[in-house]
């Protein structure tokens, strides 16, 4: 299954997931979709930010049950939307869902807005299966220490995708310091975007990330956002451009500034 499908995808059969938080899915959403709230589905708990950030992966086991809560199985297919270009947070629920095991799963390309369907307010009905058959996260990650080795490394490339204010240190909107790791480069996930809010095709992704990677082969590339949700669209226009292998940083910017790690602003963000 291509990660991105249009709105024909949208048939009979399909497991339809809104990864847009609990108050936009109860304005509104797509017929049939089932609520992946982005804070408590597609995240564990986070008491201590400082340790994991602040939207660290739920147990395997726990999302094993979320999935069959939604009714999927290995053999579902399964498309996912937001209303944010996939950023909020249908890119990371196809993360975690591919970092299961599951094949079948695509983002909706253009979001709800593309699928030119009427909008509704009942939750979709009930669906259960088994949990599904997972017990680890099959998809590369990195922790807070892989990270500091990577920053300085020749051969590596760690990416903070954020927009460029957040990463020179001119604002923080959201985190209690501003600034990004320091020789982390910085190409903001929007400009995997055209103005229409759609993926570019999958060659000028390919060479924009070629640009950026240089030498280095994807496998040692970490990507980073704010806390580990917009960092899964860059991976996603990673795989559009046949570029897959790169690790996810999941503490991210949240998990990094609060701890005693260096920090730098001000330094030229690449693109």
Known sequence: MHPLVGPEALREGVVLLDAR?????????????????PDLDLAAPAPHPERGGRHPLPAPAEFARTLGRWGITPDSRVVIYDDQGGANAAARAWWMLRSAGHRHVAVLDGGMQAA??????????????????????????????????????????????RAAFRYRGEGEPIDPVAGHIPGARNLPYTENLGTDGRFLPADALRARYLELLGTVPPARL????????????????????????????VGSWGEWCRSERPRAVGERAHG
């Open 21 to 37: 938080p609990a108050a936009a899915y109860a304005r509104g959403h797509l017929p049939g979709a089932h609520l992946a709230d």
């Open 222 to 249: 970490a990507v980073h956002c704010g806390s580990g949700i917009t960092a899964c669209h860059t991976l996603l226009a990673l795989e559009i451009a046949g570029l897959s292998g790169a690790s996810l940083y």
């Open 116 to 161: 030119g369907l009427p909008l509704e307010t009942a939750p979709a009905e009930a669906a259960s299966a088994a949990p599904y058959p997972m017990d680890v996260w099959r998809l590369p990650t990195v922790d807070i220490d892989a990270v500091d080795r990577l920053r300085v490394a020749p051969d590596a490339v760690v990416l903070d995708v």
